[in-house]
């Protein structure tokens, strides 16, 4: 028996219960979407505003602080700049959502419409699109069939061909030279067809949003069933997500605001 048998078996099972059992996420001491505390900001302070470089901050319709998660890169520099910690660093990383304005915070909670997704709650197929991605969304998304996730342990896999997918991941602020090959993949899919853009790139457009080479990411391409924003989403996010539009797991974000 080879030796890598012989460790494997005195290490014993790698892969994490998590999330349908126990709370071993990986994500420990991570560093997620910073909070924001409305009683501690100061009038006319714009610290956190000029120091966001992606316009995920700015004033609100009522003079106050406006923040948009769905153009946040979790950079920190809002953190750091705020002088009186109305910006504060946390590990709210699971921020999978259904409806584009529910990363919006102030927005008006309301109950989230749940997608017909029952025929593939327990077995889903992904084709995913790097539209133009750095590959930091990529390295998470390697992670997922990792021996720690083994996302196949929970019924989803990636397929290599469109007609095969039942939804369609996309990464990358969609660059003008993927735009053709990205509405192809999606046409090629069969009915029902769903799309989910990771990471803030997909969403929103991120840090490259509106340069020569691409738009706003998904917006006014495809119709976007599942919004995950980050810079990389982590693999717990990712699966969250997936669970959240498999209405396998609740969606935690309401108005810009994470739940528990």
């Known amino acids: 028996m080879a030796f890598w048998t012989f460790f494997g078996l005195a290490q014993g099972k790698a892969t994490?219960?998590?999330p349908t059992r126990g709370t071993n996420n990986g994500q420990k001491g991570l560093?997620?979407?910073?909070?924001?505390?409305?009683?501690?900001?100061?009038?006319?302070?714009?610290?956190?505003?000029?120091a966001c470089p992606t316009a995920a901050i700015a004033e609100g319709a009522d003079g106050g602080i406006s923040v948009d998660y769905g153009r946040c890169v979790v950079c920190q520099l809002c953190t750091e700049?705020?002088?009186?910690?109305?910006?504060?660093?946390?590990?709210?990383?699971?921020?999978?959502?259904?409806?584009?304005?529910d990363?919006?915070?102030?927005?008006?909670?309301?109950?989230?419409?749940?997608?017909?997704?029952?025929?593939?709650?327990?077995?889903?197929?992904?084709?995913?699109?790097d539209a133009g991605s750095?590959?930091?969304?990529?390295?998470?998304?390697?992670?997922?069939?990792?021996?720690?996730?083994?996302?196949?342990?929970?019924g989803i896999f990636f397929t290599a061909s469109p007609r095969f997918a039942d939804i369609l991941l996309v990464t990358g602020p969609v660059t003008h030279a993927m735009l053709e090959?990205?509405?192809a993949t999606y046409d090629a899919m069969p009915e029902p067809r769903w799309v989910m853009a990771v990471g803030t790139c997909a969403v929103s457009g991120g840090i490259a949003e509106g340069g020569y080479a691409c738009g706003h990411g998904l917006e006014g391409v495809?119709?976007?069933?599942l919004y995950l924003p980050g810079c990389p989403p982590n693999p717990a996010a990712i699966i969250e997500a997936l669970l959240v539009f498999l209405n396998r797991s609740p969606q935690r974000v309401q108005g810009g605001r994470i739940g528990e």
């Open 81 to 101: 700049a705020c002088p009186t910690d109305a910006m504060q660093p946390s590990s709210d990383w699971a921020f999978g959502v259904r409806r584009r304005e």
């Open 16 to 18: 994490t219960t998590w």
């Open 134 to 154: 750095c590959n930091g969304c990529e390295s998470e998304l390697r992670a997922l069939n990792n021996p720690f996730y083994n996302l196949h342990r929970l």
């Open 222 to 225: 495809l119709p976007v069933d």
């Open 181 to 183: 090959p990205l509405r």
């Open 31 to 50: 560093l997620g979407m910073p909070r924001f505390d409305a009683a501690l900001c100061v009038p006319d302070c714009r610290a956190c505003a000029d």
């Open 103 to 129: 990363l919006v915070l102030g927005t008006e909670p309301t109950p989230t419409p749940r997608l017909k997704t029952a025929a593939f709650r327990r077995s889903l197929h992904i084709r995913h699109v």
